[in-house]
T-cell receptor, first 114, second 111 residues
Framework: EAGVVQSPRYKIIEKKQPVAFWCNPISGHNTLYWYRQNLGQGPELLIRYENEEAVDDSQLPKDRFSAERLKGVDSTLKIQPAELGDSAVYLC????????????FGPGTRLTVT | GQQVMQIPQYQHVQEGEDFTTYCNSSTTLSNIQWYKQRPGGHPVFLIQLVKSGEVKKQKRLTFQFGEAKKNSSLHITATQTTDVGTYFCAGHTGTASKLTFGTGTRLQVTL
């Protein structure tokens, strides 16, 4: 069984540029999460989807971040424009059901903003 | 907001020694999960505890959930170099709530 797939694995951009991350969850998992992990810290939830619906986006900086999950499968997280402080690892995770189920994480995208 | 703290932040042990990390939440949890993240890797689910006072074992790993459901611990007996990584606890305050990760404990094991 394939795991959570993310691309790209690494991205280096200059500040004020846009960037997008893509995630393909495990087949059959209807809950998808985007996390941001800063160096030496635990993952912090940005947004959670139940199928196509964003049920928790309270931690998503909506002035520059946007996300979508069309057709309830793949998801894209976008930052426009990027700031130096956005440098982090962006992790996508999926689970079979709601948040109380174990989450399966993808390898992450390491973003460096210069 | 909910805060989940772990101690110690870092521990260095020699192979064969025991290791324990403690997790404390500012609020009562409905359940707690533990994840392991190897250097350069992503978090991998280890276990979930739901009941007050619950104890679960996985080979050399023992997980406990406190009676008040506000704290938890992970104990590793006779560490091995394969145990190297950062261990995170993560808690839910409700069945549909978000998972709040702890600050993590980084374990280094040397021969």
């Amino acid at each position: 069984e394939a795991g959570v797939v993310q691309s790209p694995r690494y991205k280096i951009i200059e500040k004020k540029q846009p960037v997008a991350f893509w995630c393909n969850p495990i087949s059959g998992h209807n809950t998808l999460y985007w996390y941001r992990q800063n160096l030496g810290q635990g993952p912090e939830l940005l947004i959670r989807y139940e199928n196509e619906e964003a049920v928790d986006d309270s931690q998503l900086p909506k002035d520059r971040f946007s996300a979508e999950r069309l057709k309830g499968v793949d998801s894209t997280l976008k930052i426009q424009p990027a700031e130096l402080g956005d440098s982090a690892v962006y992790l996508c995770a999926s689970s079979f059901g709601h948040s109380s189920y174990e989450q399966y994480f993808g390898p992450g995208t390491r973003l460096t903003v210069t | 907001g909910q805060q989940v703290m772990q101690i110690p932040q870092y521990q260095h042990v020699q192979e064969g020694e025991d290791f324990t990390t403690y997790c404390n939440s500012s609020t009562t949890l409905s359940n707690i999960q533990w994840y392991k993240q190897r250097p350069g890797g992503h978090p991998v689910f280890l276990i979930q505890l739901v009941k007050s006072g619950e104890v679960k074992k996985q080979k050399r790993l023992t997980f406990q959930f406190g009676e008040a459901k506000k704290n938890s611990s992970l104990h590793i007996t006779a560490t091995q170099t394969t145990d190297v990584g950062t261990y995170f606890c993560a808690g839910h305050t409700g069945t549909a709530s978000k998972l709040t990760f702890g600050t993590g404990t980084r374990l280094q094991v040397t021969l």
